[in-house]
């Protein structure tokens, strides 16, 4: 059982920048094959994927995220990063934490609270 636990989240106006981690509870090779992602989900809407880096550190956004969102790993420290830059009231959601690896369940995080609004 992996434990993804997500922190950064917050309130934050229109145009401010926030970063979100998420630390796994696993080993460091698990880990580093994983596949982590950050989706979100707003009220009402579906959970959307927002973006993901592969275990070789391919990344990949969903439009709207792309340019201003980044995501990285720090494989030693067994976090995956989310920074997101020019933050629009839309990306309001709560941003959840996932992690993928061969031949294993996929895992979630609880979740951390992201509200853009003056």
């Known amino acids: 059982q992996v434990q993804l636990v997500e922190s950064g989240g917050g309130l934050v106006q229109p145009g401010g920048s926030l970063r979100l981690s998420c630390v796994a509870s696993t080993n460091v090779y698990f880990f580093s094959i994983s596949t982590m992602a950050w989706y979100r989900q707003a009220p009402g809407k579906q959970r959307e994927l927002v973006a993901l880096i592969t275990a070789e550190r391919t990344t990949n956004y969903t439009d709207s995220a792309k340019g201003r969102f980044t995501i990285s790993r720090d494989n030693a420290k067994k976090t995956v990063y989310l920074q997101m830059n020019s933050l629009k009231p839309e990306d309001t959601a709560v941003y959840y934490c996932?992690?993928?690896?061969?031949?294993?369940?996929?895992?979630w995080g609880q979740g951390t609270q992201v509200t853009v609004s003056s």
């Open positions: 996932n992690a993928r690896s061969p031949n294993s369940p996929q895992y």
